[in-house]
């Protein structure tokens, strides 16, 4: 009985140094890159990484970086995760963080969603939002093979790593869905993290991205930040990640459920559903400032909505030159 309470106290106190080296790393990105925004190819930081939200107020896409960062930092220096999910946790979060950040800053509105990204693929046009649904793919099989399985024979670890690896792109792309409005993906993580956090073999992977993703909560809240795709990606590969620790069963249940939701999104608004339950509205809207007016149609023409965006959260982008962007909202896609 005392070995198992220590043995608990432990993984407690591993599991609470984790989220902490996550919330200081995440919180410390954050203040460096807001203070000195990074340019990309001559443009001002603040015009690559700046947005106008529907308020018409500034909102910055470098939560998103930071949250990465954070949680790279956190989950390198975080106690008692093996070399291995290091190394996996490494690539999934800065992967789907880099890929999330080039459909931030170079994505198009011309193709929605998987069916839309992959109707252009077909026709032969490569959008942003298809070069991320492969790369996040690739990227999650990678970190499910780095990662590797404790099944014994070569078809079991074949098998896993094909499971792993589409748990880790089926959480990576979902979460980016949760971010269309302020705070809602960060919320989804902590709720669906907070379980595997507390499981055994998932608990040291899942500490530095909730940490790094909560001590970030206040900014995206009071709308002067967002995760963007950078961020929601990396969020919700890591949480993928630390999901692939449990066993078979669950594994294949998170998959179906993950399979399930992703492919609902095509045709329901998670927003809709969202203000149509009084108990998830109550959740969605804690900690956010009321609900803006909205902007009358014809101040908002030409742009190009998603099903999800209602009160368009998802901010405008102002028109850049270069690989910065063209001047539409990137795609979640």
Do not use: C
Not at 150 to 172: E, H, K, Q, Y
Not at 180 to 201: M, S
Not at 240 to 263: D, E, F, M, Q, Y
């Amino acid at each position: 009985m005392k070995r198992r309470i220590a043995s608990g106290t432990s993984r407690t106190a591993r599991l609470l140094a984790g989220a902490g080296l996550g919330a200081v790393a995440g919180r410390a990105a954050y203040a460096a890159l807001t203070r000195d925004p990074p340019g990309v190819n001559g443009v001002p930081g603040a015009e690559v990484w700046g947005r106008t939200n529907h308020r018409g107020e500034p909102v910055t896409l470098l939560e998103g970086p930071a949250v990465v960062a954070g949680a790279a930092a956190g989950g390198l220096l975080a106690p008692g995760v093996q070399g291995r999910m290091r190394a996996a946790a490494l690539l999934a979060g800065v992967g789907s963080g880099l890929l999330g950040g080039y459909d931030d800053l170079a994505g198009s509105a011309s193709s929605r969603g998987f069916k839309g990204h992959l109707t252009a693929l077909a026709r032969g046009e490569v959008t942003s939002g298809a070069v991320k649904i492969l790369g996040i793919g690739a990227t999650g099989l990678a970190a499910a093979a780095v990662a590797g399985s404790p099944a014994p024979s070569r078809t079991g670890r074949a098998f896993d790593a094909l499971v792993n690896g589409a748990i880790i792109a089926g959480s990576a792309n979902l979460m980016n869905l949760f971010d269309l409005r302020p705070g809602r993906a960060i919320k989804v993580g902590v709720i669906t993290g907070t379980p595997l956090a507390l499981a055994r073999p998932s608990s040291a992977v899942v500490a530095a991205p909730l940490g790094a993703a909560a001590a970030l909560l206040p900014e995206d809240l009071a709308e002067r930040a967002m995760l963007g795709d950078t961020g929601s990606n990396a969020l919700g590969a890591l949480l993928g990640l630390a999901a692939t620790r449990l066993g078979r069963g669950p594994r294949l249940a998170v998959l179906t459920g993950l399979a399930g939701l992703n492919a609902a999104s095509e045709f329901v608004s998670f927003t809709k559903v969202i203000a149509g339950s009084p108990a998830l509205n109550r959740i969605d809207m804690l900690g956010r400032r009321p609900a803006a007016v909205p902007v009358p149609a014809q101040a908002r023409s030409g742009a190009s909505e998603k099903p999800d965006m209602e009160d368009a959260f998802r901010p405008t982008v102002p028109p850049q030159t270069g690989p910065a962007g063209n001047g539409v909202p990137a795609d979640p896609a």
